[in-house]
T-cell receptor, first 114, second 110 residues
């Protein structure tokens, strides 16, 4: 299965600022997915990122707040813009699926907004 | 939005005991997957079961799927302290994205 390098692993940010999270995959993948996991909660899909087209956002998530780039088949970024304390969460990228191994996840970015 | 619901929300057992977690979902699915998450880190894929399969094994893991009841169970046999983690089911139903359940927090006491 693919190996994903996700950065940063954690950050503490001031409200009103923006943070860009990067995911680098060791192989070319068509689709990448970005999830948010609020404290003590499950994962919620933010958007699906295809190379060469705009990301597709889930209900409740908008491009102005969570702009996504997908410049090539091995890399994607998610920006959390104009942050507020409610944005404090773990953000995860994912690729997949493979026939028998499901999806592969990055190690997550733990964001705290103060 | 979440698709599945796991129960129990939390489970505490002694090392060596078996742990059973259940997942229910709402819509038709292509496959169902179980993941483990340690201490809020990334998720690790455990096992995938397709909609036409009823049972699957992987080491100490046993997964069942009942599509008529829209439910699945994950059994971890002979649990170890290292199994302490949160376990999530996730369903895929046509697209490539997954919907996650709320998760079960498993604690295995040494």
């Amino acid at each position: 299965s693919a190996v994903i390098s996700q950065k940063p692993s954690r950050d503490i940010c001031q409200r009103g600022t923006s943070l860009t999270i990067q995911c680098q995959v060791d192989s070319q993948v068509t689709m990448m997915f970005w999830y948010r996991q609020q404290p003590g909660q499950s994962l919620t899909l933010i958007a699906t990122a295809n190379q060469g087209s705009e990301a597709t956002y889930e209900s409740g998530f908008v491009i102005d707040k969570f702009p996504i780039s997908r410049p090539n088949l091995t890399f994607s970024t998610l920006t959390v813009s104009n942050m507020s304390p409610e944005d404090s969460s773990i953000y995860l990228c994912s690729v997949g699926p493979t026939a028998n191994y499901g999806y592969t996840f990055g190690s997550g970015t733990r964001l705290t907004v103060v | 939005s979440q698709q599945g619901e796991e129960d129990p929300q939390a489970l505490s057992i002694q090392e060596g005991e078996n742990a059973t977690m259940n997942c229910s979902y709402k819509t038709s699915i292509n496959n169902l997957q179980w993941y483990r998450q340690n201490s809020g880190r990334g998720l690790v894929h455990l096992i995938l079961i397709r909609s036409n399969e009823r049972e699957k094994h992987s080491g100490r893991l046993r997964v069942t799927l009942d599509t008529s009841k829209k439910s699945s169970s994950l059994l971890i046999t002979a649990s170890r302290a290292a199994d302490t983690a949160s376990y999530f089911c996730a369903t895929s139903f046509g697209g490539n994205d997954m919907r996650f359940g709320a998760g079960t927090r498993l604690t295995v006491k040494p």
